[in-house]
Structure formats: structure tokens, C-alpha cells
């Protein structure tokens, strides 16, 4: 929790940085704080069973790496004596413990954690997955934040990570409360520099805040808010408050009802600070005195220490052994995570080959460091194409001597600083492809020289054409129809035949001879008298119809002309067809108005072909 109120009190000095702020540095992460949060986002029974707080602590660490941020994660130890009553208040709210009230205010000693809680095993399950990053974890002597505030302190780390605000009072610089992952990812930033020069508040003045509006330490004063607390603190100076706290008490802040009844703690509470306290109150003033020294003097490994040395080591990245953790905590196949995190490590060593180049040119090195004799290597091995990932501009580029991962897209500017000479490359190649595509309309210069001087005749051409093709389909309507009125002659021809044929029979003197019976002459206006004069090898049957082999060589005639006509015509308009398409297809780079009309040519004549295949 911290310092009650704090956080408001700080508002005016947070600041939002994008994540980029992190690139090249190093931050101290309280790691109890962060699972906190992640297990906040789903406390689900699923949840907890497939470990969706572990993904999120995974994904934080592979996003600083890429940024090439280093980290060194810092658990709790035991409980500090001081805050041990604050703890089981805690755990008696929510698990009902009966209260210790035989342990008096100041003695308590620091509590030995639970190491068997499920907390306990969600921060084991973190340190394992860490330690295959790379990523070693510092386990405090007490308050995990109080250890990163040293650090911070003594320059050891660039930031702090932690939502508990008493890490200002330990002495931390530079705080991170949140971090957002994703599109438009950023960090919360809050800086002791500006919390002394906008609220006129420093470290002193805050643990005197902490001591009037409570905190894991101390319950604070009853019926004080943080705007009071604030103008009092100021009032008495950031240089001299915590001597005359610790001398006086807190006698200087006026109660409002003026009331010099002084309370005192009952047993197995935190100090309650009275209002009035004074030299008359020794018990009192011993326990500010606790808090106060809890605060500027925290149990913490030294910075010299060899177990700080241990932690700020780095460690190499065991691809094998977070392929089998993967699979174990999260049941991912081992190219899943390849996917997530080889990516993320090649981010990082072009960004660390970045600072070698940035280096040589401040101490006056000209020349690029793939050029000189050191032991480094560009680990980008080319360009393969520009990208563009969230409006930010990006290179595909393929690695070297990275098992397991080809290629991956990285920020443009990145590549920039690292190598730019593979830029150089890439763009001359790009270069040289746009050359090459030119040359090959080059080649066809003289012919589209020609066309276009000839580029009147075109469309006289293209009129031609038209008109030919009407011609043609006139011609082939016109000889349809002579065909149709010669087929009508014929018949007229053979219908007169057929009659003088029969006149004919009728006026032959062989006629009194004839013995058959004509049943059916009378529909021709013959009487039945006249039947015996026609002889039987003369009788003409005038109900059937009359033999047309006239006719039937004049129509075979007539459809071999028509096939032959046809043939024709297909062949003309193939002919058409291809002169068109050749003209069209060579008239790519003219004006758009010839290309339109080459499409409305090259459709009419496909639906003439349509129309005379039919």
C-alpha cells in the first residue's frame, strides 16, 4: 500500500512516456507489485489454471528485452518488525485470524514469509521463467522496495518499477507505476525532482506526510486529510521537520478543537501519533523515531555486495530450457515460442550494436565498426523489403548466426543508427530493379516512336475496319437473301411442270384404254366417267407429294456456297481480329482515349463472331 493518500498528492508530477523511454536502460522491478497486478487483470479459477498472470509477467519481459532494457527483478523477504501488527490486521480482515494482543507496540521481530501461499509459488513460477531470459532476481532482506530504492539511489538502475509510493520515502529518483503494453504502449513516470520543485515536498517531508496520514508503519492522525498535511509539512521546512519531529512530536500541528487529551496505542497496534505529543510522552516519541529510522535506515543488501554484483550480471538466454517451461506452464509447441521471443533478442543486439556504433563516433571514429578490426558483428545480414507496423516505418531484415529465426521486421530509425550502410545497400539494389524495368520499354523505343507518328492512321484504320466489317454483313444479309427468292423460283418452276405434265396425260389419245379407277381425280374437277381411258402405268398419285430432286441439288449446291461463304468470313474476321489485338496490344503506353476505343472494337468484333458462328 504505502504512504495513504500519496499518490494523489504526487499527481501533478506523472508523466507518461512511451515505451521507447526504456530503450538502453536499467530498472529495478518490485516483482511482488507486478503479479499483483497481473493476477488483479483475472482472478478466475481458469485463469489461475492456465496461468494467465505468468503470460503477462512473459510478455512484459520480452517487450523491455526487445527495448534492450535491462532488468533486475527484486522479491520480498521477511516482514519488517515494524509492520508486522499492519500484516495480521491484514490477514485478519480477510481470513478472520484471531489476534496476538501479548506482543507489545515497538517489540515485534521481522515474520519469516509463507513460502508455501499460493503468492509464494506464483513468485517461484515468475523467477524460473526469468532466470531463461536471462534474468537473475534479487531477493530482498526485507521490503522489496526498499531494496530497489537503494539501487536507484546509488545509481545502480535507471528507474524503479513498483506501485507502493512509500519507495519515495526509501529514496528512490525515478518511479514507474504502470506499464501498457501494445499499440500506443507507455509508462507512468514520477520523479523526485519534480515532486521538490512543484509541491516543495522532499524525502523528509514525505516520511512527515507518511507520519500524519499513515502508512504500513504508523495509522497517522485522525481526521487530517493530505491538503492539510501538506501545508503543515511545508510550513516547517523540508531541512528541519524530521528533528523537530523526533524532538518535539507532532506538537505543532493544532488540533482543531484544541483538545490536549493525548491517545495512546492499544496493545498490538501501530503507534497512533498524537496530535499534541510531546517530551512528556517518551513512549510516543520512541515510536516516531522507529518509523522514522524504518524509513531512512531500511534492512537491505549493500550495494557493494557481492549478492548485488550477482544480480546486475548478465546471464546468457537458454532458448532449450524456455522451450521445455513454455511447454510445461502454458503447453506452447516449441515454435510458438521461438515466435514470441527470437524476435525480441535479435531486437536487442542490433540495439546494443547501435551503441557500439554510437561509441565509435564520439570518440571520433569515422569509420563504421564492420569496417575495423573488433570482435563485434553486424548481426543484420541485408534488407529484404520496408514495412510499415502501426504508421511506424519498418525494415524486413534477415539475421546472422541466429539459430531458429530468418527474418523479423525492426523500426527503420533502429537500422539507421546500427548499420547504415546496409540501408545504402538496400536502396541501390532498389535501384538497380526500377533500371532494369525501364530498359525493357527502352528496348521498344523505335516502334513506339513509329506508332506514335502513325498514331493519325490509327484511327483512320480502326474506321476502315468498321466499315469493312459492315460491308461483310451486309454482303452475307444479301446473299441470304437471293438464296431465299431463288429457292421460291424453283418451286414456282416445278409447280408449273407438274401442271402441264398433268394437262398433258389428260388430252393423250391413249386415254380409252385406261382400266383403273380414279378415285381421286375428281378433286381435280374429273369426272368418274372418264375412269377406264387411262392405262395403270400412267396413273400420277397427285395427293403424295411431288419428287424434288431439282430442288435437292440446288439446296446441296446452295449450302456448300453458304459453308464456303462462311469460311470466308471466319477467315476475315480472324484476320481482323488478329490485326486488332496486335494493334491493341502494342498500344499499351499510348493515351487512354486509343486504348478505350481498341476495347469497344475488340468486343464488337467478338460478338459478330458470336453471331455468325451461330
Known amino acids: 500500500m504505502g504512504v495513504k493518500y500519496l499518490w494523489e498528492v504526487v499527481e501533478p508530477c506523472k508523466k507518461r512516456y512511451p515505451l521507447d523511454h526504456l530503450q538502453n536502460k536499467r530498472v529495478c522491478v518490485d516483482l511482488s507489485c507486478w503479479m499483483v497486478e497481473l493476477h488483479k487483470v483475472n482472478q478466475s479459477y481458469c485463469a489461475t489454471k492456465e496461468k494467465v498472470y505468468l503470460r503477462g509477467f512473459f510478455h512484459r519481459l520480452r517487450a523491455l528485452i526487445a527495448l534492450n532494457c535491462s532488468i533486475i527483478l527484486v522479491s520480498d523477504g521477511s516482514i519488517p518488525g515494524i509492520k508486522v501488527p499492519t500484516y495480521r490486521r491484514r490477514l485478519k480482515a480477510r481470513f478472520e485470524v484471531a489476534d496476538d494482543g501479548g506482543v507489545e507496540p515497538g517489540k515485534e521481530t521481522s515474520l519469516r514469509r509463507n513460502k508455501g501461499s499460493e503468492f509464494s509459488c506464483m513468485i517461484k513460477e515468475a523467477k524460473v521463467i526469468a532466470s531463461t531470459l536471462g534474468i537473475l532476481c534479487l531477493d530482498g532482506v526485507e521490503e522489496a522496495e526498499a531494496q530497489c530504492a537503494l539501487l536507484n539511489s546509488e545509481n545502480l538502475c535507471d528507474a524503479c518499477f513498483s506501485s507502493d509510493s512509500d519507495i519515495f520515502l526509501f529514496g528512490a529518483k525515478t518511479v514507474y507505476r504502470e506499464i501498457c503494453l501494445g499499440e500506443g504502449g507507455y509508462v507512468v513516470c514520477y520523479e523526485m525532482e519534480d515532486i521538490k520543485k512543484k ?172 569496417k575495423l578490426q573488433v570482435p563485434e558483428k553486424c548481426p543484420v545480414s541485408e534488407i529484404i523489403k520496408t514495412r510499415k507496423v502501426q504508421g511506424r516505418e519498418c525494415f524486413e531484415v534477415s539475421w546472422n548466426d541466429l ?44 516502334k513506339s516512336k513509329e506508332k506514335e507518328t502513325s498514331s493519325p492512321s490509327k484511327a483512320s484504320s480502326l474506321i476502315e475496319l468498321s466499315l469493312q466489317l459492315q460491308q461483310i454483313d451486309l454482303s452475307s444479309t444479301s446473299d441470304l437473301a437471293t438464296s431465299t427468292i431463288e429457292e421460291a423460283e424453283q418451286e414456282k418452276e416445278q409447280q408449273k411442270s407438274k401442271k402441264h405434265d398433268y394437262l398433258r396425260l389428260i388430252d393423250s389419245p391413249a386415254k380409252e384404254n385406261s382400266s383403273i379407277g380414279w378415285s381421286t381425280i375428281g378433286k381435280f374437277g374429273v369426272g368418274s366417267s372418264s375412269y377406264s381411258f387411262y392405262p395403270e402405268t400412267e396413273v400420277i398419285d397427285l395427293i403424295s407429294p411431288c419428287p424434288e430432286a431439282r430442288s435437292r441439288n440446288v439446296s446441296r449446291s446452295y449450302q456448300e456456297q453458304k459453308s464456303q461463304e462462311q469460311k470466308c468470313l ?35 468484333l467478338q460478338n459478330i463472331r458470336k453471331d455468325v458462328i451461330r
Open 403 to 446: 539459430e531458429g529465426l530468418e527474418t523479423s521486421i525492426v523500426p527503420a530509425d533502429l537500422v539507421e543508427r546500427a548499420c547504415p550502410e546496409k540501408i545504402i545497400e538496400f536502396k541501390e539494389k532498389m535501384e538497380a530493379k526500377k533500371k532494369k524495368k525501364k530498359k525493357k520499354p527502352k528496348q521498344k523505343q523505335p
Open 570 to 604: 471466319h477467315h476475315k474476321l480472324e484476320n481482323v481480329i488478329e490485326l486488332s489485338d496486335s494493334e491493341t496490344d502494342d498500344d499499351d503506353d499510348d493515351d487512354g482515349e486509343h486504348c478505350r476505343k481498341a476495347r469497344e472494337l475488340r468486343m464488337f
Open 199 to 370: 509541491l516543495g515536498l522532499g524525502r523528509n517531508s514525505l516520511i512527515a506526510l507518511a507520519l500524519l496520514l499513515g502508512s504500513d508503519y504508523s495509522q497517522g492522525v485522525r481526521g487530517i486529510r493530505q491538503e492539510k498535511a501538506c501545508e503543515i509539512v511545508r510550513s516547517v521546512g523540508e531541512n528541519v521537520i524530521l528533528e523537530k519531529v523526533s524532538s518535539e512530536g507532532l506538537a505543532f500541528v493544532k488540533n482543531k478543537r484544541n483538545s490536549k487529551k493525548q491517545i495512546r496505542p492499544k496493545k498490538g497496534t501501530l503507534p497512533l501519533v498524537a496530535v499534541n505529543g510531546s517530551s512528556h510522552d517518551p513512549e510516543g516519541l520512541q515510536e516516531i523515531k522507529e518509523v522514522i529510522d524504518a524509513f531512512m535506515n531500511p534492512k537491505c543488501h549493500n550495494a557493494d555486495s557481492n549478492t548485488v554484483s550477482r544480480a546486475l550480471a548478465e546471464f546468457t538466454f537458454q532458448r532449450t530450457k524456455l522451450q521445455e517451461i513454455c511447454h510445461q506452464f502454458f503447453e506452447w509447441p516449441s515454435e510458438k515460442t521461438d515466435e514470441y521471443i527470437l524476435p525480441k533478442i535479435a531486437e536487442r543486439n542490433l540495439r546494443r550494436y547501435a551503441i557500439l556504433q554510437s561509441r565509435s563516433t564520439e570518440v571520433g571514429v569515422n569509420r563504421p565498426l564492420h
